[in-house]
């Protein structure tokens, strides 16, 4: 699914940014183009968000429809090729964080809720995709194969998402449908 190609594709634009304007800002900081830069990202923000949720609509089509090889792209895309992203987040925030906090003395702490509910926004969109990828497989498979209702709840967990996919994944091989 494309919606799902480019929301991938937005969230390592998005770490990508947020390394990319504070580094601007601070070392060029004659340069008359770094309040646009910023401004960029903040509607850049905007635009990810819009696209997380158009993947979480068009993997609810899918799933609904007859497009079920795409629901589960989307669904291995999302949780399986976001991994690095997650990773390199978590600690370019943990560092990034924790310098301009010690920096200001805390007055930026404040802050802090900040990038923590963007990257909870993002695990929420990719948590719904595969929310809609268990549902599909628990319609699809037979009462004693049928997942657990656990796997909705695991599908929004951060690294917990990861190992329900994957168990999922392994334990479905053979219900996994076949390319039309």
Known sequence: MKSAKLFLGGMYLHLALSVAVPAAMILLPHWNGGQGLFFFYLVFIGVLFVLGWVAVAMAARAGSGQDVQGLWSAWRLLKLW???????????????????????????????????????????????????????????????????????????????????????????????????
């Open 82 to 180: 976001s991994i690095p992203f997650f990773v390199l987040n978590f600690l370019y925030s943990v560092l990034a964080w924790f310098i301009i906090v010690a920096a200001s003395r805390g007055i930026f702490f404040m802050l802090l809720p900040i990038p923590i509910a963007i990257t909870c926004t993002l695990i929420l969109q990719t948590g719904c995709v595969g929310c809609v990828a268990v549902k599909n497989l628990r319609a699809r498979s037979a009462p004693e194969t049928r997942p657990d209702r656990v796997h909705y709840l695991l599908q929004l967990l951060p690294v917990a998402d990861v190992f329900s996919t994957l168990v999922l994944l392994r334990r479905t091989k053979e219900t996994e449908p076949s390319s039309p």
